[in-house]
């Protein structure tokens, strides 16, 4: 069974910087990419960023986020730099997780954590 948990969310006023940790809980065989979406009050969720061995961004925050994974890579990080209001969203990990070599990843998401962008 895997679960997918999110933490670093929080408040932080315009400029600032806030770092999100996504850790993938459970067995599998192996994880082909990870990545964050975010979902505005009244929007559809978006694709923030995307790590499979390259980066991939939207044009909202291209330059000022960068996504990594650790040397395990059963974790995905998001460094948000310059946050803006129109950040402000609950932010999502999503993971392709293989159960084993045989078989298709399934896609996997967490709960979601809220980022406020606010003075």
């Known amino acids: 069974h895997v679960q997918l948990e999110e933490s670093g969310g929080g408040l932080v006023q315009p400029g600032g910087s806030l770092t999100l940790h996504c850790t993938v809980h459970?067995?599998?065989?192996?994880?082909?990419?990870m990545a964050w979406y975010r979902q505005a009050p009244g929007q559809e969720r978006e694709l923030v960023a995307s790590?499979?061995?390259?980066?991939s961004y939207s044009d909202s925050v291209k330059g000022r986020f960068t996504i990594s994974r650790d040397n395990n890579y059963n974790t995905a990080d998001l460094q948000m730099n310059r946050l803006r209001a129109e950040d402000t969203a609950v932010y999502f990990c999503?993971?392709?997780?293989?159960?084993?070599?045989?078989?298709?990843?399934?896609?996997?998401w967490g709960q979601g954590i809220q980022v406020t962008v606010s003075s």
């Open positions: 790590i499979n061995g390259e980066t």
């Open positions: 999503s993971a392709e997780i293989a159960d084993d070599a045989y078989h298709y990843p399934g896609h996997y």
């Open positions: 459970g067995t599998y065989f192996a994880i082909t990419a």
